[in-house]
T-cell receptor, first 116, second 115 residues
Framework: EDKVVQSPLSLVVHEGDTVTLNCSYE??????LLWYKQEKKAPTFLFML????IEKKSGRLSSILDKKELFSILNITATQTGDSAIYLC????????????????FGTGTLLAVQP | NAGVTQTPKFQVLKTGQSMTLQCAQD?????MSWYRQDPGMGLRLIHY???????DQGEVPNGYNVSRSTTEDFPLRLLSAAPSQTSVYFC??????????????FGEGSRLTVL
């Protein structure tokens, strides 16, 4: 059975700390791994990773994928209270050939709380 | 652009009642989908559509029905509501299966409570 596992489930840090969120996966097909940030409402897209070892960066957030060990990490440096959210990892497991499916498998998320 | 619009935002139903969650997008996206989000379960795919007239089941389709008569709209119908369908429902869309940027655009969610 395809699955995506995120750790830790929750995390409390202080402003200025650096955090690392983990995502491991076991899937039949792999197209990409995606990170989303969910504050109070809709998840919003952060990164899409398709190749191992290539870091994606946006401001204080960065992410990298290891396709050999089947995991990804999301780093947040110099955390701010506005980083408080649930961070979702998802794997696009759509079959590469044939069919017209879009199979995204989500992890349960990591709840990050950044205290002043 | 409004993006993905869901209505209603909140709804309380009694067991056995039926209702429709509406979803509309104005980005001309081919792909639309419905997810439910439950504590400790993550987001789970209910139904999806790759274009007008084409729908298919996701991971948890039982008790739900969908149709896609236009590119813009993708309503989710609860046929006979059950307490197990208490959840937060998200509609999401993306450009196309062929040109897959990986980015899903989510609506703001509909919180449904079934008593």
């Amino acid at each position: 059975e395809d699955k995506v596992v995120q750790s830790p489930l929750s995390l409390v840090v202080h402003e200025g700390d650096t955090v690392t969120l983990n995502c491991s996966y076991e899937v039949t097909n792999f197209r990409s791994l995606l990170w989303y940030k969910q504050e109070k409402k809709a998840p919003t897209f952060l990164f899409m990773l398709t190749s191992s070892g290539i870091e994606k960066k946006s401001g204080r957030l960065s992410s990298i994928l290891d396709k050999k060990e089947l995991f990804s990490i999301l780093n947040i440096t110099a955390t701010q209270t506005g980083d408080s959210a649930i961070y979702l990892c998802a794997v696009d497991s759509t079959p590469l050939k044939g069919g017209a499916t879009n199979k995204l498998i989500f992890g349960t998320g990591t709840l990050l709380a950044v205290q002043p | 652009n409004a993006g993905v619009t869901q209505t209603p935002k909140f709804q309380v139903l009694k067991t056995g009642q039926s209702m429709t969650l509406q979803c509309a997008q104005d980005m001309n996206h081919e792909y639309m989908s419905w997810y439910r989000q439950d504590p400790g379960m993550g987001l789970r795919l209910i139904h999806y559509s790759v274009g007008a007239g084409i729908t298919d089941q996701g991971e948890v389709p039982n008790g739900y029905n969908v149709s896609r008569s236009t590119t813009e709209d993708f309503p989710l119908r609860l046929l006979s509501a059950a307490p197990s369908q208490t959840s937060v429902y998200f509609c999401a869309s993306s450009y196309s299966m062929i040109v897959n940027t990986g980015e899903l655009f989510f609506g703001e969610g509909s919180r449904l409570t079934v008593l």
